[in-house]
């Protein structure tokens, strides 16, 4: 059973709601009641106004004083959905978080329902409920089409399937660094294709979510932006995943819809000319042969300039030979391809605790085992740095697997 404790009685809330709000005053009140009406009572609610120029802020404040638990923000000016969520997020402090938009509610059981999942089942970073699609007035018009999809990261790839209620854990948030901001009008889309990457994430069939079909909505408006922006995440994940030289992105014009289609046969006859230099690199770093293996590596990138696991290589090939700000700048350019490989981390890590900067190392290695827990070397690594290398007045927990 999930924790339920007034927030009165406690120091943090377990959940933390964020809401933004534009020019919603028809809508708003009746989310605001779902939020009241929580089986749930140990949450907050962030209550971000964007600059609306209709009512939506004095309701915003006038629940507010019902309710402390409501923390209302007004942003004075429209800054856009991105920058709000960015924003409201950060001064979130429950040990969960998700969202709710202004013109949609909840089913009064879903915090409780999605608590006790995350609660119960560790290996989960996230969770996601059906949803209902409403009209304008509120009438239910059935189970919306997302929900009857099987969740997988694959698919993922295609259909925003975690759509709506969305509860994760803070910690699996920070471990992705939050909102991409570059990814416009799809900020959502591109945050869980990056959790997909690094947790397991659950489908709970329970319809706890009403959303509102609403030709006023943003999703309405910017429908054309949606499509772009979801397109770029879409495109990026690809290359994070090492998929962009074998499969492609086709977005049909009319529908909107995605499909991932296979590349021709002359790229995939340079992706496999690229793994055969790769192969060949491997095997020269076991034989210590590391300026031929560098050399390899650095054919295998030519033919795919986006080739992961051979950046990672040359790194490692650079550090061994002592070329240390080759291999410096070669795991940051792997970082910037995938900002989310636990090992570039780890061996950054490596580098800066072999130069003495200690703190630079320690931070490295943290951020190795946020995304990979299972990291065994950033482990080991980390507890060696804090027993040896840093005073006990700056020494922090090694993070529990």
């Excluded at 409201?88 to 709710?100: S, Y």
């Excluded at 020269?284 to 590596?297: D, G, Y």
């Excluded at 900002?339 to 931070?363: K, M, S, Y």
Aim: include cysteine; proline fraction near 3%; glycine fraction near 6%.
């Amino acid at each position: 059973m999930a924790q339920n404790l007034h927030p009165e009685a406690e120091h943090s809330p377990v959940v933390s709601l964020v809401m933004t709000v534009y020019n919603t005053d028809a809508y708003l009140s009746k989310a605001l009641d779902s939020v009241l009406a929580q089986t749930f009572q140990s949450w907050e609610l962030i209550l971000w106004d964007d600059g609306s120029t209709d009512s939506s802020g004095a309701i915003a404040r006038t629940y507010a004083k019902r309710d402390a638990r409501i923390r209302f923000y007004d942003g004075v000016e429209n800054r856009g959905q991105g920058k709000s969520l960015e924003r409201a997020h950060a001064l979130t402090r429950g040990e969960f978080v998700g969202w709710l938009d202004a013109d949609d509610f909840l089913a009064p059981s879903a915090l409780q329902e999605t608590v006790e999942c995350l609660q119960q089942h560790p290996q989960y970073g996230m969770v996601y409920t059906n949803h209902i699609d409403v009209d304008e007035s509120g009438q239910a018009l059935g189970l919306n089409y997302r929900c009857k999809i099987p969740y997988s990261p694959q698919r993922l790839l295609i259909d925003l399937l975690t759509f709506h209620f969305r509860l994760l854990r803070q910690t699996i948030f920070d471990a992705v660094d939050g909102f991409n901001l570059e990814i416009v009008c799809a900020e959502d889309y591109d945050l869980f294709l990056r959790i997909s990457e690094i947790t397991q994430i659950y489908h709970l069939e329970e319809p706890l979510y009403f959303y509102r079909l609403n030709v006023q909505g943003l999703s309405y408006q910017r429908r054309e932006q949606q499509c772009q922006g979801s397109a770029k995440a879409v495109r990026q994940a690809l290359l994070r995943r090492g998929l962009a030289d074998t499969v492609f992105l086709e977005v049909d014009e009319d529908s909107g819809k995605f499909r991932l289609k296979q590349q021709n046969k002359a790229q995939l006859e340079t992706v496999q000319f690229a793994k055969t230099w790769f192969v060949k690199g491997r095997e020269q770093m076991q034989q210590n042969n590391l300026s031929a293996a560098v050399s390899s590596f650095q054919q295998a990138i030519a033919l795919r300039e986006n080739y992961i696991a051979a950046c990672n290589q040359l790194g490692k090939a650079y550090h061994l030979m002592g070329a240390t700000e080759q291999a410096i700048d070669t795991f940051e350019k792997l970082l910037q391809l995938n900002p989310h490989l636990a090992q570039a981390h780890c061996n950054l890590g490596a580098i800066w605790q072999t130069q003495g900067d200690f703190e630079r190392a320690a931070v490295a290695y943290r951020k190795a085992i946020a995304l990979n827990p299972n990291l065994s070397v950033a482990r080991l690594n980390l507890s060696g740095l804090l027993e040896q290398q840093m005073p006990a007045s700056q020494q922090m927990p090694v993070p529990a697997a």
